[in-house]
């Protein structure tokens, strides 16, 4: 797994901002620790007032993308940032890098330097998940062309309830999910090592995010879900947007950007190196599908040592299952209610979360 911290692997992220801000409630004084990604996780949970968010990655790569979208949104006006980052076209992205480059770090600077293509291609599109989800949904394109037009056409959740129903669910498409998502072809193409590393026995991993996508598919439009676009569409509409890429999102944001530091760093060495009680939430998103059992124990510790009392935590976990340990387990409280209900709620649906509050 060695090369997946070496390269650019997410840059959109693929997680309901809602679940988050839902689960952490995070308050004006917190310090908040959260796992980088695609980065624009830590970008979303500015849009709630807090003291400080700590945003950790050990793939240095993602952290120079946070800090190349921190930049942007600092120094350009909001339709020059949807241009540079690749929302809209543009066909000027590397003379607004040469600007940009000013208030880089050199490390982060001298990465965007050799990787010019990426910034003229749209950095926003050019994460290996997103170039996949490019190839998938020229597939669906091909395939289904007039049922995908459709499918994105619906205003009406109702008439798009009985669509999915009479026209778009197939075996033949499920079975499609199944075969893509089966872990001979998933290592054969090197998607995500996360998908298979600490899998949950019980998962069949292609039918459960097909039975997942079609549940969302009648819970929401799919022109507005992020991750359904992004699958069947391979880019994002106006009406997909993120908070971090609308109009108010962008201006919330930007006013607190200050308030958001970034390290390069395992999560559990940093865990390990960090104060006794010194956060008050934890974000640490999907990292539990890249341990076995034993760092996933090992993670947990650290974090109730760390954990402020009363401190909140949010962990999603994709294709993984792991339990708390009966040593630590009694210190966390989970909202056994609020889990299920973020699971029902999470248009990304394809995590499971433990979140609670933290006793000691």
């Known amino acids: 797994m060695k090369d997946f911290y070496e390269r650019l692997n997410y840059s959109i992220g693929n997680e309901d901002w809602r679940v988050e801000k839902n689960a952490l409630q995070i308050e004006p004084g917190n310090h908040v620790l959260c796992i980088t990604a695609s980065g624009d996780r830590p970008l979303h949970l500015l849009l709630d007032p807090c003291k400080e968010i ?3 990655d050990a ?8 800090k190349l979208k921190c930049a942007a949104m600092q120094k350009l006006d909001y339709e020059s940032y949807l241009s540079f980052l690749g929302a809209k076209p543009c066909n000027k992205r590397e003379e607004t890098l040469s600007q940009l480059n000013y208030h880089l770090e050199q490390e982060c600077k001298t990465f965007w330097e050799k990787n010019k293509k990426k910034i003229s291609k749209g950095v926003l599109y050019q994460g290996d998940v997103e170039r996949l989800t490019k190839f998938i949904a020229l597939g669906f394109k091909i395939c289904r062309p007039k049922k995908m037009k459709q ?6 959740l109702e008439e798009q309830k009985k669509f999915i129903d009479q026209k778009w669910h197939s075996k033949a498409l499920k079975n499609f999910f199944r075969l893509f ?3 001979r072809l998933s290592e054969l193409m090197a998607i995500d090592p996360g998908l298979y590393l600490s899998v949950d026995p019980n998962i069949e991993l292609g039918a459960y995010i097909y039975d997942r996508m079609i549940a969302v598919l009648k819970q929401g439009l799919a022109k507005e879900n992020l991750l359904i676009s992004l699958i069947l569409r391979g880019y994002l509409s106006e009406d997909a947007y993120p908070p971090y890429l609308t109009k108010d999102g962008f201006e919330v944001i930007k006013e607190r950007i200050d308030r958001l530091s970034v390290k390069t760093a395992n999560a559990l060495d940093h865990l390990e190196n960090s104060p006794d009680n010194c956060y008050d939430r934890f974000s640490m998103s999907d990292i539990a599908s890249y341990m076995d059992q034993a760092s996933f124990d090992r993670m947990m510790k650290q974090i109730l040592r760390a954990a402020k009392p009363g401190a909140r935590f949010c962990i999603r976990q994709f294709s993984s299952n792991h339990k708390l340990s009966p040593e630590y387990a ?5 909202d056994s209610s609020l889990e299920n209900q973020l699971e029902k709620e999470d248009s990304c ?12």
Do not use: A, V
């Open 181 to 183: 998502l089966s872990r």
């Open 349 to 360: 649906f394809i995590y499971r979360f433990i979140t609670g509050k933290i006793e000691k």
């Open 59 to 66: 793939n240095p790569i993602q952290n120079h993308l946070l």
């Open 330 to 334: 009694n210190h966390f409280c989970r």
């Open 151 to 156: 499918l994105f056409s619906f205003d009406c």
């Open 54 to 56: 700590t945003s950790i």
